[in-house]
T-cell receptor, first 112, second 114 residues
Framework: GNSVTQMEGPVTLSEEAFLTINCTYTATGYPSLFWYVQYPGEGLQLLLKATKADDKGSNKGFEATYRKETTSFHLEKGSVQVSDSAVYFCALLTDSWGKLQFGAGTQVVVTP | DGGITQSPKYLFRKEGQNVTLSCEQNLNHDAMYWYRQDPGQGLRLIYYSQIVNDFQKGDIAEGYSVSREKKESFPLTVTSAQKNPTAFYLC?????????????FGPGTRLLVL
């Protein structure tokens, strides 16, 4: 079956540090891949997506590249801010009806 | 503004009581979804609907029911059969045609048992 594995958190960083959150997946076919962000007490916001191999999604300084050979979609940001503190979810979509499979989420804490 | 609204923000349920969570969208999306989120876990799909008057069970449908009488609305009822209902419930919607159907989420409803 389909599954998504994310690195466990919390990930604690100082402001302006480099952030990487690992995400690997198992899926049949050719999934689309997503990163969502959840701020405390809120719903999920789409951060970025990639729909085919070698695509790079980017938004708000975050980037992730769809690597089919390593079945990965790692999230990176070059210089984090305190406002980036949140939980980040990696997700894949294979079903034609739009059913998302989520990872467990990775909490990121950025300190001043 | 287009978006997804969920109400109430907090909901309290007594033992043996059914409660209904509201989800409304004005994005003209065909598909709608309900997810459950427990602390430290990812989201799990409860029910989804691709078109009006049709819906399908997700991975954890037991103890829940839904209806889809209007395109804009997809209410979720947590029945007394759901023995562990305390969680954060998220509604989402997406366009219904082929392609990468990005899902957009509402702000969520937190359900607590008294």
């Amino acid at each position: 079956g389909n599954s998504v594995t994310q690195m466990e958190g919390p990930v604690t960083l100082s402001e302006e540090a480099f952030l990487t959150i690992n995400c690997t997946y198992t899926a049949t076919g050719y999934p689309s891949l997503f990163w969502y962000v959840q701020y405390p007490g809120e719903g999920l916001q789409l951060l970025l997506k990639a729909t085919k191999a070698d695509d790079k999604g980017s938004n708000k300084g975050f980037e992730a590249t769809y690597r089919k050979e390593t079945t990965s979609f790692h999230l990176e940001k070059g210089s984090v801010q305190v406002s980036d503190s949140a939980v980040y979810f990696c997700a894949l979509l294979t079903d034609s009806w739009g059913k998302l499979q989520f990872g467990a989420g990775t909490q990121v804490v950025v300190t001043p | 503004d287009g978006g997804i609204t969920q109400s109430p923000k907090y909901l309290f349920r007594k033992e043996g009581q059914n409660v209904t969570l509201s989800c409304e969208q004005n994005l003209n999306h065909d598909a709608m979804y309900w997810y459950r989120q427990d602390p430290g876990q990812g989201l799990r799909l409860i029910y989804y609907s691709q078109i009006v008057n049709d819906f399908q069970k997700g991975d954890i449908a037991e103890g829940y029911s839904v209806s889809r009488e209007k395109k804009e609305s997809f209410p979720l009822t947590v029945t007394s059969a759901q023995k562990n209902p305390t969680a954060f419930y998220l509604c989402a919607s997406s366009i219904g045609n082929a392609g990468a159907k990005t899902q957009y989420f509402g702000p969520g409803t937190r359900l607590l048992v008294l």
